[in-house]
């Protein structure tokens, strides 16, 4: 047997509702919302007592979704919010983007903050790594011509 597809990406985020409207103005689509909670919850993910509240985030295309996750409870330890981008797990997610320019301009008059440079990547990319709320890098991708 074989995948079929990956079918999101989770971020577990303190504040949901400044997360969700970051995405939001990247351009993704909210989905849906809802809460969980219970024993089938807690045996799942591994922990007692879960409640927490979540939002799925989907590109326009229909092809990658992006769920941010509120616990409520248990409480963590926390992590933290701005690991560099060579810190061991998972650092970033990447959109494919038309203007970058104006991403990340939109992007930063919500509190976004580049993380290194824009720069062009051969002839190929503009990139950068731009940091969301709670610390999320996202990497954007304009491709060039």
Known sequence: ????????????????????????????????????????????????GVRADFAMMQTPDGNGRLELVKF???????????????????RH????VEDIDDVVARLQARG????????RYEDIYRLCYIRGPEGIIIELAERIG
């Not at 990406?9 to 990247?26: K, P, Y």
């Not at 976004?112 to 720069?119: F, I, P, R, S, Y």
């Open 93 to 96: 997610v990447t959109f494919a």
């Open 72 to 90: 409520h409870s248990p409480s963590s330890s926390g992590g933290d919010g701005h690991a560099p981008a060579n810190a061991p797990g998972i």
């Open 1 to 48: 047997m074989t995948i079929q597809r990956m079918d999101h990406v989770g971020i577990v985020v303190d504040d949901l509702a400044a997360a969700t409207e970051f995405f939001v103005e990247l351009g993704l689509v909210r989905q849906g919302e809802g809460a969980v909670e219970g024993s089938p919850v807690d045996r799942i993910v591994g922990l007692e």
């Open 112 to 119: 976004a903050e580049l993380v290194g440079e824009l720069e």
